[in-house]
């Protein structure tokens, strides 16, 4: 037994040999996917002093306190930020001083827009409290609810994603992605006061804009007409704007690059839009007709489905 193991292991251990994506092996200047995702909870614990606090431990002075989360968390900032420059263009032929000064430029330019970042997630608080009539109090939307557990992932990712730090920013909303069905790229640009309704399903794509006072329920697509194109199509415009005030209920599709949802609009359920909608129109879908048929495959009867008139 104990030569067949030595087997395996050499030949699992040749196999590494290859020089390929999935070889690498350089653990000391690797980016750390459970470091990225720690890092994003010591951030979220700013966003929300006193919400997310480790319990286990007295604290006297705050202030204090709050210095040494603050401290700790750009401590850890700055080392992913420094091993995830390897991977930009820009910096890749850099030496580790360089690279040094560089994560320390760019860690401190991101904890700079926390304050920014807690404006836009108040608001998103607000409109999820102000629009769900099944919130009974705030903390609960932000101790339980996804939606704003995945939009403040983004607000946070999408601030590394301006200063062009790499992996970082899809780690951490890819994270969310895991932990609540909801799918946001971190390159999308969204307004305030955010409000996603259920969540699951949901995917917004990385060129999408999102207006102000704007809500999305379930299985709502945000997303590209075609990928065929691959890598071809990286920086290119491919997804919707949705301007402000708009509502978009469960299982709409709306894509495209040039496809601008009007501001005010709102549309209804199961939609599939590829063509710009002008400011203040309802879409729906009438009339859909369900089949029914017995084991024999015949039509036993046939019925339409209605929209309700008094969605809005």
Not at 40 to 52: C, E, Q
Not at 93 to 102: A, H, N, T, V, Y
Not at 153 to 174: D, G, K, S
């Amino acid at each position: 037994m104990e030569k067949k193991i030595h087997a395996v292991v050499t030949k699992i251990l040749e196999d590494y040999k290859k020089e390929r994506s999935i070889d690498k092996l350089d653990l000391a200047n690797q980016p750390q996917k459970e470091g990225i995702i720690q890092l994003l909870h010591k951030i979220i614990r700013l966003v929300y002093p006193g919400y997310f606090r480790d319990s286990g431990y007295k604290v006297y002075n705050l202030d204090n306190d709050y210095a040494v989360q603050i401290d700790d968390a750009i401590f850890h900032m700055n080392k992913q930020v420094n091993r995830a420059l390897r991977y930009h263009a820009q910096y890749r032929d850099l030496d580790d001083g360089e690279l040094e000064k560089i994560s320390q430029k760019l860690t401190i330019s991101f904890f700079n827009q926390i304050p920014k970042i807690r404006e836009y997630v108040e608001g998103d608080l607000e409109a999820a409290y102000d629009g769900d009539p099944a919130a009974y109090f705030r903390e609960e939307i932000i101790l339980a609810y996804p939606g704003l557990f995945a939009i403040t992932v983004n607000r946070i990712a999408h601030e590394l994603f301006l200063l062009e730090v790499p992996l970082l920013p899809r780690i951490m909303t890819e994270h969310a992605h895991w932990q609540t069905g909801i799918d946001i790229h971190p390159g999308a640009t969204i307004g305030k006061n955010f409000f996603i309704d259920h969540g699951t399903g949901i995917v917004v794509g990385e060129t999408t804009v999102i207006g102000d006072n704007v809500k999305i329920y379930q299985g709502v697509t945000l997303g590209a007409l075609s990928t065929k194109g691959g890598q071809k199509l990286q920086g290119k415009r491919r997804h919707p704007t949705i301007e402000d005030d708009v509502v978009i209920y469960s299982g709409a599709s709306i894509l495209g690059g040039e496809t601008v949802i009007g501001k005010g609009s709102v549309i209804g359920s199961n939609a599939f839009i590829t063509k710009s909608i002008e400011a203040g129109t309802r879409v729906s879908i009438r009339n859909q007709e369900l089949i029914f048929k017995n084991r024999d495959s015949n039509i036993v009867r046939k019925t339409e489905l209605e929209q309700d008139d008094n969605w809005q």
